[in-house]
Structure formats: structure tokens, C-alpha cells
């Protein structure tokens, strides 16, 4: 299997091993940015995303996940990316 760097998570959008995310190797830290250097740090993890041959499974893998769970940027989102899709979701259900 594949390892995304040093992430601790191994989703099964990982499991070819003949495809290697953009992140592959990449300190992990980028994609877990503090607070204070948010913005600027997931713009640097989403250039890696929009570069990855996986960014749509892993996206999608994300957006399976519960947005109170998964921290990060994943797929070229960021946690509030993944709340705010969950909610217009929750909000399309509701009509
Ligand atoms: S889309 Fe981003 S977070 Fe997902 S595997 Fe690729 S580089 Fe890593």
C-alpha cells in the first residue's frame, strides 16, 4: 500500500500500488496547518492536490468521512470546505 508521507490515515483510494499521491512523502504537517497559518498553508497543500492523480477519489473519500471527524486538507479541501458542503447537502435533503 502506498503511504501517504507520514499521515496516519490509509484510505482505500491508496490501495493501487502503481499510483503515488502528489503528497507522497511530503511532511504531513502541510496538510494539518494550524490556525494562525491556515490560508496560506492549504494553498501550499492544494497545489500538491490539484497536481495528484488521485485528488477526485480522495476528495470523494473525504466528503464520506463526518466533517466533525477528518481534519485537513484532503483532496483539495480544507475541514471548513468539507463543513460547508456537508451542510448545502443537509440543506438540498431538507427541501
Ligand atoms: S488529493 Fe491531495 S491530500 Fe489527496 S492524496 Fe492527493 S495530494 Fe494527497
Redesign the pocket.
Known amino acids: 500500500m502506498t503511504r501517504?508521507g507520514t499521515r496516519s490515515a490509509a484510505p482505500d483510494f491508496l490501495d493501487d500500488p502503481d499510483v503515488v499521491?502528489?503528497?507522497a512523502g511530503v511532511d504531513s504537517a502541510l496538510?494539518f496547518p494550524t490556525r494562525e497559518d491556515s490560508a496560506a498553508a492549504a494553498e501550499t497543500a492544494n497545489r500538491?492536490?490539484r497536481a495528484?492523480p488521485?485528488?477526485t477519489p480522495?476528495?470523494q473519500w473525504a466528503l464520506r468521512q463526518s466533517p466533525n471527524d477528518l481534519y485537513g486538507?484532503?483532496?483539495?479541501t480544507t475541514r471548513e470546505d468539507r463543513l460547508r458542503i456537508h451542510r448545502r447537502r443537509r440543506a438540498g435533503a431538507d427541501r
Open positions: 501517504l499521491p502528489a503528497c496538510f500538491y492536490c495528484c488521485v485528488r480522495c476528495r486538507i484532503w483532496g483539495g
